[in-house]
């Protein structure tokens, strides 16, 4: 079975992960493509022998021959388009943040209750391999001590640079800019407040977008936590929070500077052991990542390393997306699954401001 996709949005994640895993795909097949920028759509069609072009999502939305689409625009516009892309009846690939706000994304659950297609939300970092081999080795939940979480890492644009050729547009609209600007900012402030400042609006921007995928894989390995006990953040890049599991703490740590490295990952502890996971830039492909398990007893101290893996966890992402649609099984990354991390985000924020 080939799986014919349109893509909508044209731009950084979808030119260096998602166009290019379909296309070495035989399972799919790019048929259509849409963006605003009509040098981009044209660009892309010619990379990839895209037939049918698009310059409105509603249009590529009513194909008929499309089995499934991606959306990859910019988040402000997540919630409309995945609304319409429920009504078309398509399968559906969002990349996260599925919304910027709770509040979008409440009114489609209903919709989707009984929905017959794939709904599924791209957290990539939960389909790497290492984080699938810690999963299988986590303690039980009484036994964990403690856990750090974090993202201390360097911006996408350095390492691309040197590494990856991206097509960037000078023909988008420049009102199509500004609305989205301002789009952008109204669905912020509508969590974080009207009176916030510049830096907490860009704390709760980081919280959506670079901190979901921690946040959502923390869910995974240790459940939702009971409260946020505090948070922090300093010029908007710099985020601190502290997660109450009851009997353990969960801290999280973000930072977004200019030091050329990436330093992702997660660590749990308990009396006997330290699980140790990372993750490096996804702006580089096929990247080494390991899982580290140390284990002591009175006695003795040993060590078992997992990886490293240099499998692409988009590459296993869209393997769990297939699957999906062929077998008919949900996603673990489903609407419902997503409501969470926006609710811890919304908590989060309104620890800043305390």
Do not use: W
């Amino acid at each position: 079975m080939t799986i014919r996709v349109g893509l909508i949005g044209l731009g950084e994640v979808a030119q260096l992960m998602h166009l290019p895993l379909l296309a070495d795909d035989p399972r799919f097949s790019i048929d259509a493509v849409m963006d605003v920028a009509p040098s981009l759509v044209a660009h892309i069609a010619s990379r990839y022998s895209v037939k049918r072009t698009y310059s409105v999502a509603s249009d590529l939305l009513a194909d008929a021959d499309l089995d499934a689409v991606f959306i990859l625009t910019p988040d402000q516009i997540h919630g409309r388009l995945l609304a319409q892309a429920i009504d078309a009846g398509k399968h559906i690939f969002i990349e996260k943040p599925v919304c910027l706000t709770a509040d979008e994304l409440k009114p489609l659950l209903p919709r989707t209750a009984n929905y017959p297609k794939t709904i599924f939300v791209g957290y990539m970092r939960r389909f790497s391999r290492p984080f699938l081999a810690l999963k299988e080795r986590m303690p039980a939940q009484q036994d964990v001590l403690h856990a750090r979480v974090r993202d201390i890492i360097c911006e996408g644009p350095f390492f691309i640079r040197q590494t990856r050729n991206v097509f960037r547009p000078k023909d988008v609209p420049r009102e199509i800019i500004e609305q989205g600007r301002v789009e952008t900012e109204a669905l912020l402030r509508s969590v974080v407040g009207a009176n916030a400042t510049k830096e907490e609006v860009r704390a709760y921007q980081v919280l959506t977008g670079l901190s979901s995928h921690s946040f959502s894989a923390m869910r995974e390995l240790l459940g939702v936590p009971t409260r946020v006990l505090a948070a922090s953040q300093h010029r908007g890049e710099n985020v601190s929070v502290l997660f109450d599991y009851g009997h353990f703490t969960a801290v999280y740590e973000a930072l977004i500077d200019n030091v050329a490295r990436f330093d992702a990952g997660i660590d749990i502890y308990t009396d006997r052991a330290q699980f140790s996971m990372n993750y490096d830039t996804p702006y580089i492909r096929n990247l080494p990542s390991r899982l580290v398990v140390t284990r002591s007893t009175d006695e003795t101290t040993g060590t078992e390393v997992v990886g490293p893996s240099y499998e692409d966890p988009f590459r296993i992402e869209l393997d769990a997306f297939h699957d999906c649609i062929v077998t008919g099984k949900p996603p673990k990354t489903t609407l419902q699954d997503s409501l969470a991390d926006l609710t811890l985000f919304a908590d989060v924020a309104r620890a800043f401001l305390r």
